[in-house]
């Protein structure tokens, strides 16, 4: 360990709480964006359940490094663990359960989707519409946010900060119960025997 | 030389090319740590050969080359020359598609491993948490490749496996998040997930966090060790390529070149979270005693322990020389092996100059070259010894029952673990 | 190229939205229907987090991480009804669970 | 056999050889969503050619099935195209591991047959190479149970250790698996010069290896956790499976053959039969290895008290049996085995049929591992220490 290294750590710890240059570029953004539309196509359009499930992640993914660009690295973290490494691993266990090759012989879409289809479609109009006309609303209002101290801010709001309780807090409390329900009834549903 | 290059080596701020922006650098980094991460994939390959042979009464590899030291080669060789089987019934893509799910992730947790202060691709804010989720989608390329075989053995294989990853990964995570707690034991409060600042956050406190608050370090350390070779299917919870099970688990169908990859993406996920226990509870790249011992002359006899590393072992590697039979057969083989001595010999008087000239000029290039080599030595030395630990139990214990693996995961682990969170932050909360 | 505003990513999201719709109206396996709300989930978030940045402030932010956290139940619960449904129907088509009781 | 094999004799099919209701798994269903799995005959944990067919639920054994003969040779048919010598190097081959029991066995039951007995130097010879064959046996199937079970280095420990008995043998009669040492009426060879010096050797050099073998096994906490509880089997259900050796005895049955019924010098000798409690893969194990321990007592004692004399009993140069029929049986490593052999008074057996204890005992693997794991089905294959050879002779 070299003398100088405290001096050198301090100076890390201070560049890195100051804001930085952005890595990513416009087209960095267009390449995620469309794998994630793209691989989202693929989610619902695929027969079988497990390429779909593949597709799925890799949608999750580009969206993780979506949140990633717009300076969110937790949200993105918590996407990548909790979404691509916990809810897509239960999937594709639940998928192989239910492993039915008839499934994917079958016919894959309901015997209403053009009425389906139209309804999405009027839903796509009314998105296309609001962005067309409101294109002046989106843009930027704020200060940018600062990603280093994104966890901390997040923490802070969470659990409050300097003895003071977070604006979620309770929030937070009542989705820890609602995950608390969520896994009894998970379990309910499928035990055998209870 | 053009600026994008030098821009980066003339910055004094002390950051990771990531951090500072410089992506010729932090290619340079990547292209060092693949090829870095490959060789010492190929060098534990052999290592876990020989010295398993030699927990075993046997001698291992001994006929390519100088005490098998060209066997890694061979296979590797042999197994990329190797047809590649697809079963006909087998999901061709998904098939295709699964070890490389595999490679990824075991591969791309390493642009936040923190060689050095500097030695890193990228200092990620959110590190740790970055390196638990990527790695965790390990489990996918495990869970598709046994569902793809269209197979009995694969597919218990990959659902064990994954039941067991994701378990684990529970406990793993909660001793992660205690030793992230200790990171917020400072004056300011708040902690951190970032690698290096982990690694910083120990040096500063002057304490390794195996011995923060001894116990309840160790205990955290103790969870990860047991977590991280269920995480990643070493023995003796290999339940998923549980050979006289399940044959070869989930990879029973795969052969060749894909069968390799899974085999470097295991290695590549061991060398990963060996890297993660280093910098969270080992102090990562700092040396022993950096804060007692910091005196001049500690700095320069620490800083020849990587000369000396090297002199040891090529002075073995030329013993081995002089014990080579003397029968004309091994004529060949022993001047390979003198030509590696000799190797090694070189690096090691490489390394001792450089040691010597950072020491007469303290802030030269030397000095900064010589700080970069011990940081990478100390932290690839407490990674080795994890390697070690990896074949040692390989060769000593027998395989865990699935229901048990899940018994000890849920029942034992899970409950300690959390317990060591919560007494570790009052201990925290009563000593600040 | 033009610098990516708020705007670039409601666009996306948008996409993103309606294809979960589209997968969940017409789709008849029940694990893909479930797919396809993780998609419209992950396109709320994803205007959360553009809105969050477009404003300043870590709302949208904190909102997406507790949609995660309601995306995770819902997975789990979802899944869990399937798991009970097909073990009595031995079916996972939704035109076939047309019956609120068997 | 179902219904459908008995309409269809040549159908090999995985439903004609099974008694499982293997209809079910046409209807996946989650409740009762069985899985058949076939495990060998080309299957790492299988010891030689053995085929389990597994019924599953997940990894819960609901049922299962061997299937043998993949390697039967018809050794007892070509026992009746031999004559009693020259049958005599056949009987190695069934347990290959255990050969020189084998060919004990057999002489013993042509010697009564005959009416002749082998001399006492026979005898004790006899016993020393049995019981070096019983602890090479026993070796075997240590190491590659622990292998099965998932620890690899004691296989390589037993094999090292195996080396020095099968020098013994190789030096003794010139074969180190195969050994064909013994000869109707006696012994062929007399011992060869340092053959006591050697046996003794053997004695002190591989009473500290048992130790190692049981440093790394005995008190491990994960080899008792898959072993303690693992394929119980009762006393009573061993008897009446006709179940013999140290499984029987592992279930707290003190029934060994050479205290019953000694045959060969056992009679003069001091020795324990260890018996076990619980009946789990556990006191299996630990059976084993105090046997090693017994045996290299009763080896310690032949040696030292290894009477001068003639090797060779009075037997005719043309052995012709007088009509009738034996049943003479010995302890072998593995359990009961017996020769069951009826004479015409010619130079060949009218009918000659063995009891192999590996096939005996194998019928309790079923009765062991329902309701068990997948992993415990191939702990409890490595603790009955079956061998194919002997299965499917």
Redesign the interface.
């Known amino acids: 360990m070299n003398p100088g290294m405290h001096s050198a750590l301090n100076s890390a710890v201070t560049a890195a709480n100051g804001g930085m240059a952005p890595v990513a570029t416009p087209w960095f953004f267009y390449s995620l964006a469309a794998l994630a539309v793209i691989s989202g196509v693929l989610v619902i359009t695929r027969r079988n359940a497990v390429h779909s499930a593949l597709a799925l992640i890799v949608t999750l993914l580009s969206v993780a490094g979506l949140y990633l660009m717009l300076y969110a690295p937790f949200v993105a973290g918590v996407q990548i663990i909790v979404y691509a490494g916990g809810i897509m691993v239960l999937f594709l266990f639940v998928i192989m359960l239910v492993n039915l090759d008839r499934a994917s012989k079958d016919r894959q879409f309901n015997r209403i989707w053009p009425v389906g289809l139209a309804a999405a479609c009027v839903l796509m109009a009314l998105f296309v519409s609001v962005i067309v006309k409101g294109k002046a609303l989106f843009t930027d209002r704020g200060m940018p946010l600062s990603e280093s101290s994104n966890t901390q801010q997040i923490a802070n709001a969470l659990y409050g900060e300097a003895g003071r309780m977070g604006q979620y807090t309770f929030a937070f409390e009542i989705a820890s119960l609602l995950l608390l329900v969520a896994i009894l009834g998970a379990v309910i549903m499928t035990k055998k025997k209870i | 030389m053009p600026n994008f290059i030098m821009s980066y080596l003339r910055s004094t701020e002390a950051l990771t090319p990531g951090s500072a922006g410089s992506q010729f650098w932090a290619l340079i980094y990547v292209l060092i740590i693949f090829a870095g991460v490959s060789l010492a994939v190929i060098c534990m390959n052999w290592l876990e050969r020989k010295a398993l042979a030699h927990f075993q009464v046997r001698l291992g590899p001994m006929r390519v080359g100088p005490h098998g030291l060209l066997q890694p080669i061979a296979d590797a060789v042999k197994l990329m020359l190797k047809e590649d089987i697809i079963p006909t019934e087998a999901d061709q893509f998904v098939f295709w598609v699964a070890p490389l799910i595999g490679l990824l992730a075991a591969f791309t947790v390493y642009t936040v491993i923190p060689f050095g202060p500097t030695q890193a691709v990228s200092d990620m804010n959110i590190g740790i948490l970055f390196m638990l989720g990527v790695s965790s989608l390990g489990v996918l390329g495990i869970v598709v490749a046994g569902w793809a075989s269209n197979s009995h053995y694969p597919l218990i294989g990959a659902l064990r496996s994954s039941a067991q990853m994701v378990s684990y990964e529970v406990a793993m995570g909660l001793a992660v998040i205690s030793a992230i707690l200790m990171t917020s034991l400072n004056t300011s409060g708040t902690g951190t997930l970032s690698m290096i600042g982990i690694v910083q956050a120990q040096q500063q406190q002057g304490v390794w966090f195996i011995f923060k608050f001894f116990p309840l370090g160790f205990i955290a350390f103790a969870i990860f060790a047991i977590a991280m070779v269920a995480e990643t299917n070493r023995a003796p919870f290999d339940l998923a390529e549980a050979e006289s099970e399940l044959t070869a688990g989930f990879h029973t169908e795969y052969s060749g070149l894909r069968w390799s990859l899974f085999m470097l993406a295991e290695y590549a996920a061991m060398i990963a979270v060996s890297a993660i226990a280093v910098t969270l509870w080992l102090g990562g790249w700092m040396r022993p005693f950096p804060n007692l011992l910091h005196a001049p002359v500690w700095e320069f006899i620490f800083s020849l322990c990587p000369g000396f590393t090297f002199a040891g072992l090529a002075a073995i590697t030329l013993i081995g020389t002089a014990r080579m039979p003397a029968h004309s057969f091994f004529k060949i083989q022993r001047i390979g092996l003198a030509v590696f001595a000799v190797l090694l010999g070189f690096i090691a008087l490489l390394l001792l100059v450089i040691a010597v000239a950072g020491r007469s000029a303290d802030i030269s290039v030397a000095a900064r070259f010589r700080d970069g080599i011990d940081h990478v030595y100390w932290f690839v030395l407490k990674v080795a010894v994890f390697m070690y630990m990896f074949i040692w139990y390989r060769a000593t214990w027998p395989r865990y029952r699935f229901d048990q693996l899940m018994k000890i995961g849920w029942k034992v682990m899970l409950p300690i673990s959390l317990g060591v969170l919560v007494v570790t932050a009052i201990v925290g909360v009563i000593v600040k | 190229m033009t610098e990516i505003t708020a705007l670039h990513y409601l666009v996306v999201a948008a996409a993103l939205f309606v294809l979960g719709v589209i997968g969940v109206l017409t789709r008849r396996n029940v694990v893909i229907i479930l797919m396809s709300i993780e998609l419209i989930l992950n396109a709320v978030n994803l205007n959360l987090v553009a809105f969050s940045r477009m404003w300043g402030n870590l709302h949208g932010q904190l909102f997406a991480i507790f949609i995660v956290v309601d995306a995770a139940a819902e997975a789990a619960v979802g899944l869990g009804i399937l798991i009970a449904f097909f073990r009595n129907k031995e079916t996972i088509n939704v035109d076939e669970i047309d019956l609120l009781k068997w | 056999m179902n219904d459908r094999a008995k309409e269809n004799k040549n159908d090999l099919s995985i439903h004609s050889l099974s008694n499982l209701d293997l209809e079910a798994p046409e209807k996946?269903?989650?409740?009762s969503?069985e899985?058949i799995?076939?495990m060998g005959p080309q299957?790492?944990?299988t010891h030689g050619v053995l085929r389990v067919i597994l019924k599953l639920d997940g990894?819960k054994v609901l049922g299962t099935e061997c299937v043998i003969g993949y390697l039967h040779r018809g050794v007892e048919k070509i026992a009746e195209n031999r004559t009693y010598s020259m049958f005599n190097p056949y009987v190695d081959r069934m347990d290959y591991v255990a050969a020189v029991s084998n060919g004990l066995g057999y002489c013993e039951a042509v010697e009564k047959l005959l009416n002749v007995e082998a001399p006492p130097r026979a005898k004790y010879i006899r016993v020393i190479l049995t019981e070096l064959n019983r602890i090479a046996s026993h070796q075997l199937w240590l190491g590659t149970h622990?292998?099965?079970?998932?620890?690899?280095?004691p296989?390589?420990?037993t094999f090292?250790d195996r080396e020095e008995i099968l020098k013994i043998f190789e030096k003794y009669c010139g074969a180190r698996l195969t050994t064909h040492a013994f000869r109707i009426g006696g012994c062929q060879y007399e011992t060869y010069a340092g053959f006591e010096k050697d046996v003794k050797n053997f004695l002190t050099f591989f009473a500290p290896k048992i130790d190692e073998y049981e440093a790394?096994?005995t008190t491990?906490r994960?080899?008792l956790?898959?072993t303690k509880n693992v394929g119980v089997i009762s006393g009573a259900d061993c008897i009446a499976l006709g179940v013999t050796g140290p499984v029987l005895r592992a279930s707290g049955v003190k029934w060994d053959l050479r205290k019953a019924q000694p045959y060969a010098a056992y009679s003069e000798f001091d020795f324990e039969i260890p018996t076990g409690e619980n009946g789990d893969t556990y006191d299996r194990y630990m059976v084993r290895m105090i046997e090693m321990w017994q045996s290299m007592r009763i080896i310690e004692q032949a040696v030292n008290g290894l009477p001068e004399g003639p090797i060779m009993g009075k037997v005719p140069k043309v052995i012709k049996p007088p009509v009738g029929e034996i049943y003479h049986s010995i302890e072998a490593p593995k359990g009961e085995l017996g020769y069951f052999i009826v004479s015409d008074g010619s130079t060949q057996p009218y009918r000659l049929r063995v009891r192999p204890p590996s096939f005996v005992n194998l019928q309790a693997l079923d009765v062991m591992v329902r309701g068990m794991?997948?992993?415990?089905v191939?702990a409890v294959i490595g603790t009955l220490d079956i061998v194919l050879g002997e299965v499917d002779r």
């Open positions: 996946t269903y989650l409740d969503n899985l799995l076939n299957h790492p944990a990894e622990a292998l099965d079970i998932g620890a690899m280095t296989l390589f420990y090292r790394l096994l491990n994960i080899w956790e898959r794991l997948v992993a415990d191939v």
